[in-house]
């Protein structure tokens, strides 16, 4: 601090955005308050964390030889708990920062667009986690002390009721770090009883690395004499040993499970080890634990989540493996242990190959973690393999949250590219809504079917309704439904082949189906008799395609319209729209067949008299109607005018 006069009391405003999450939790009827404790216990985790990695390079901080731990101390007649840790601690400016606005940007437009009870808590913790904040579902006030580890600051208390404003007082503290006195509601007293700490702490926060202690008053005689007999807790009780009056409790067991040899660790202690690790409710899909020193010191617990987190995609997500060096923390989001595409996978790596004082910037360039990224992608993946082959269901549900992270890697990660094609499921004509892999398709395709079609669609439902599958729904082919408009444009600009056969769209121009013996000259023959319409068809859409011509792959459909461009453009033509910008259109050719009523009914009426001008509408029509299914429609509203013309002219008597 400079020498000018400190500043006295200060009564200052939360941001907006704290604000509107205040008053949400305040009204919520969120029934599972306990969080809040583990919120807290684990930002007290956090800043211990954080001292821990600042001190071993800089011992110049107030209390360097303190107990790293955090305390509980429940006052049950008064309705007070107190938590508190000897961690970093706050300064008067972070007091206002962290505990007076919200810094991620997410969460400011998340909260900009709901109202107070249009939004519950669940879905605020979905999003982003409510963490501090969340101290206000159980407190009346909560005044929070803090002294930051920095020798030259002094302490400072940060007092609010969850109301508008909050206030900032110099305090008298002489230890390291925060305490937070919570003044429970009336309703809530209960978080000040020692047997339900004990247990909110066992069931979200037992695996915390830093011991959580149970701070009471020792009580003299009071109990002496009937628990003589009882059996006493005697491993965790520490007596009142420098008689001060109070005893500790340590509450968790601390246990770093990754460092266990994995047979000795239970299946319910890997799923209670994620849920706090993800401060979340779920268990895990699928955990795996690696313990290996060579070619590199790895101790390593992973999982898949069971769903995809709803922020997955936004840039204010923080993902990454918790990395350890000898059990102390070095980055608690790191983002080079594994390639991009499986940021959806959780865990802790802890090694020893990592110098403990490297910096976080520097471990990417550390030769360690090249190799443990390339171990554990392949361990990721090679889990993945068996979970499908001995749980299909399960593997389902991994492909449904994860498979667009499957298809992202084939683009990117040309290393692991054999296993990734291993892992890719697809829907298709007649796997009736089962999850299939390439190789189930090539092995059951007919003998002279020499590609992998696959059709696209914005959905399941429109690839369904493809008239692009009318030849192979007749001929018995199957054809893969690419429905993801995202993951599948990707995916098809990726993977061009398997076991050399092409994956071709069905929607290409020149498209090479099995058994086209004699359908040739049907076409030719079929293109003669239409020519007129044909001809018809090019004056009114003009420019608007590339071509019209009959064709002999439609048959429950009039029409269609083919691709008939490189097939990267296509894809990349895809992208471009999908990411809104405007890209060259390749114009499709619209084919026509010959034997459908419509087709024969307008030829008909084209022979009558070629200049009606209900052809013309008709014509317009059967391209919108084309439009339409590819996906492709600028404006379908547009067409009503159109389709009413068309129904007046069809329903005179
Ligand atoms: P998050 O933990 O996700 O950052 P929180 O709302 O839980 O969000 O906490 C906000 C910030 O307040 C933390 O990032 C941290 O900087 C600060 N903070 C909270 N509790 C403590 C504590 N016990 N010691 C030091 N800093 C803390
Ligand atoms: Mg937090």
């Known amino acids: 601090m400079s020498d000018t006069v400190a500043p006295g009391p200060e009564k ?30 684990s930002n007290a985790s956090d800043a211990l964390n954080r001292i821990q990695f600042e001190m071993l390079t800089n011992q110049d901080v107030t209390d360097a030889d303190a107990e790293l731990a955090i305390w509980l101390e429940p006052e049950r007649d008064a309705g007070i708990l107190r938590i508190s840790d000897s961690g970093i601690g706050m300064n008067r400016e972070e007091l206002v920062t962290n505990l007076g606005t919200i810094a991620h940007s997410g969460a400011k437009a998340f909260l900009n667009g709901v109202e107070p009870g249009e939004t519950s808590v669940e ?88 011991p959580i202690y149970l701070v009471e008053p020792v009580e003299p005689d ?18 009142d040993e420098d008689g001060d009056g109070v005893s500790q409790t340590k509450l968790n067991s601390q246990t ?18 994620f849920r706090q690790l993800a401060l979340g409710a779920d268990d895990p899909l699928l955990h795996m634990h690696l313990v290996t020193d060579s070619p590199v010191d790895i101790r390593t617990v992973l ?27 070095i980055q608690k989001h790191n983002r080079d242990l594994l390639p991009e595409y499986l940021r959806f996978v959780e865990g802790v790596v802890d090694s020893e190959d990592l110098p403990l004082n490297v910096s976080r910037e520097t471990i990417q360039d550390n030769p360690a973690t090249r190799q443990i990224s390339q171990t554990l992608a392949r361990r990721v993946l090679r889990e993945l393999d068996r979970l499908a ?18 298809k992202a890697g084939l683009a ?41 079609y696959y059709v696209e669609g914005p959905d399941l439902d429109a690839a369904r309704r493809s008239p692009h599958l009318d030849y192979y729904k007749a001929h018995d082919l199957e054809v893969l439904y690419f429905s993801d408009p995202v993951a599948d444009a990707y995916l098809s600009m990726s993977l061009m082949d398997f076991r050399e056969m092409k994956l071709v769209n069905v929607d290409s121009a020149d498209v090479e189906v099995p058994d086209t013996a004699g359908d040739e000259e049907a076409s030719v023959e079929a293109d003669e008799a239409l020519q007129g319409l044909v001809e018809k068809f090019k004056a009114v859409l003009g420019e608007r395609v590339e071509d019209v011509r009959s064709s002999n792959l439609l048959v429950e459909n009039p029409s269609r319209l083919v691709y008939a461009g490189e097939s990267m453009s296509r894809a990349f033509e895809r992208m471009s729209n999908l990411m809104g910008q405007e890209a060259p259109q390749q114009k499709r050719i619209l084919e026509l067949n010959s034997d ?45 005018e159109r389709i009413l013309a068309i129904m007046v002219a069809a329903s005179r008597a």
């Open 12 to 41: 200052l405003q939360y941001q907006t955005e704290v604000k509107q999450l205040l008053d949400i939790l305040a009204h919520s009827l969120y029934t599972e308050k306990d969080i809040f404790l583990r919120e807290l216990i």
């Open 123 to 210: 879905e605020i913790i979905g999003q982003f986690g409510v963490g501090f904040y969340s101290v206000f579902m159980v407190a009346k006030e909560v005044r929070v002390t803090s002294r930051s580890h920095c020798p030259e600051e002094s302490g400072w208390t940060w007092i609010s009721d969850g109301g508008s404003e909050y206030e900032l007082v110099p305090a008298d503290k002489a230890s390291r770090g925060t305490e937070i006195e919570i003044r429970l509601k009336d309703d809530d007293s209960d978080f000040a009883d020692a047997w339900r700490l004990e247990e909110i702490v066992k069931r979200h926060s037992d695996f915390v690395s830093f």
């Open 222 to 239: 009071a109990d002496a004499e009937t628990d003589e007999d009882a059996e006493a807790p005697v491993e965790a009780v520490a007596a």
């Open 256 to 273: 770093a499970i990754w460092r266990q040899t994995p047979s000795s660790v239970l299946e319910e202690d890997y799923n209670q080890f």
């Open 303 to 329: 999982f898949i989540p069971s769903k995809r987190p709803d922020d997955i995609f936004m840039a204010h997500r923080e993902d990454g493996l918790r990395l350890y060096s000898r059990k102390i923390l």
């Open 389 to 406: 082959g001995r749980d299909e269901e399960k593997y389902a549900q991994f492909w449904e949250q994860f498979g667009m992270f499957v």
């Open 412 to 452: 990117t990660d040309f290393e692991h590219r054999d296993s990734l094609i291993g892992l890719l499921r697809f829907k298709s004509t007649k796997s009736d809504g089962d999850w299939i892999t390439l190789e189930q398709y090539a092995e059951r395709m007919p003998a002279n079917q020499k590609f992998i």
């Open 596 to 640: 459908h009523e419509l087709v024969r009914n307008l030829k008909a009426r084209h022979d009558a008299d070629a200049a009606d001008p209900l052809l013309t509408e008709l014509i317009e029509q059967v391209y919108d109607n084309a439009l339409l299914l590819e996906d492709m429609h600028p404006e379908p509203a547009a067409m009503t």
